[in-house]
């Protein structure tokens, strides 16, 4: 189907910069439904230390990817291209403008220009990978990857274990170095993508930071992460605000301690996120306060 008057705005930016109450603003003026671009609010069981939007918030918009998966499937940027683009053309049967939000990078990136054609990898490979990385630590990853997959060491994150072990199974599956399946060029999206970037200044960001990390305290994360503890070693649980806190329920560090480890490893993230962010020059950068002119921008665009 040609969608070629229809068009999704996308809010992006870090973590705590307030992305939810905007995009549901823009949302009640388009009159259109919202899909979540996050990591890891999609998984049902997390929901405290997501913060995953509140029933009311929920109620307010409809929400799309948010508690849709269980952490016990496997979901990826292949998985999220595949459910957004559907739920997209759903969702312009009814509505002329669709708003995603959401502060996974490679999320958004999968929806707007498509993803490489990596053959799918056979689950054993993969297991072997991550047993031998458990066991054997980041050096050796670096050092096989280094090895059997020298054009990806060069040029490739190998500071990044998710990302080398990824190379890793690829080359041992396919013969082939990961880059060889990368396409350099971009999917055409039948329908337009307006891209907002939301910005704080970095004091007020990790004071929002701060003050959502006690806030998830009070609100009951330790109790929400003792339910998951069976769980621990899924990769879903390998997330700020849950890593910490199993740390602690394992004895390793204090209560204290892991508090001050979230609240600086979402620093971190945050920066991250908004390194990613920045090379993206088709992004309109506002603050979330600036929420008429942000709908100004995305009417007239």
């Known amino acids: ?3 070629g008057n229809k068009k999704v705005i996308i809010i992006a930016g870090p973590t705590a ?4 109450a905007v995009a549901i603003e823009v949302a009640k003026h388009f009159n259109t439904e919202i899909i979540s671009a996050d990591s890891r609010q999609c998984f049902k069981e997390l929901a405290i230390g997501v913060a995953r939007p509140s029933d009311s918030e929920l109620e307010t918009v409809p929400h799309h990817f948010i508690a849709s998966h269980s952490i016990q499937e496997e979901v990826n940027a292949v998985t999220f291209e595949q459910y957004a683009l559907q739920k997209v ?3 312009f049967e009814k509505h002329d403008t669709v708003v995603m939000v959401g502060g996974t990078g490679l999320y958004i990136k999968a929806f707007c220009e498509g993803l490489d054609d990596i053959p799918a990898i056979d689950p054993a490979v993969r297991e072997k990978v991550i047993k031998q990385y458990e066991e054997n630590g980041v050096q050796w990853l670096q050092e096989e990857v280094k090895q059997k997959d020298p054009a990806f060491y060069k040029a490739g994150e190998i500071q990044n ?3 080398m072990m990824r190379a890793l199974e690829v080359v041992e599956a396919t013969g082939q170095s990961v880059l060889y399946y990368r396409k350099g060029e971009k999917a055409k999206r039948d329908f337009a993508i307006i891209k907002i970037g939301l910005e704080l200044p970095k004091e007020q960001l990790h004071h929002r930071i701060h003050t959502r990390a006690d806030q998830m305290i009070g609100a009951g994360l330790v109790n929400e992460v003792k339910d998951l503890l069976p ?9 700020v605000g849950y890593a910490e806190i199993i740390d602690y329920l394992d004895g390793n560090i204090s209560l204290e301690n892991a508090v001050e480890q979230i609240k600086t490893h979402t620093r971190q993230y945050a920066k991250r996120q908004m390194t990613w962010f920045r090379k993206d020059k088709e992004i309109k950068w506002f603050t979330p306060l600036q929420v008429k ?5 995305a009417d007239n665009n």
């Open 231 to 239: 769980f621990k070693n899924l990769n879903a649980l390998q997330t």
């Open 89 to 91: 053309y759903e969702l």
């Open 1 to 3: 189907m040609s969608s």
């Open 17 to 20: 910069v307030g992305k939810t």
């Open 293 to 297: 002119e942000i709908i100004e921008w």
């Open 161 to 163: 274990p998710q990302r």
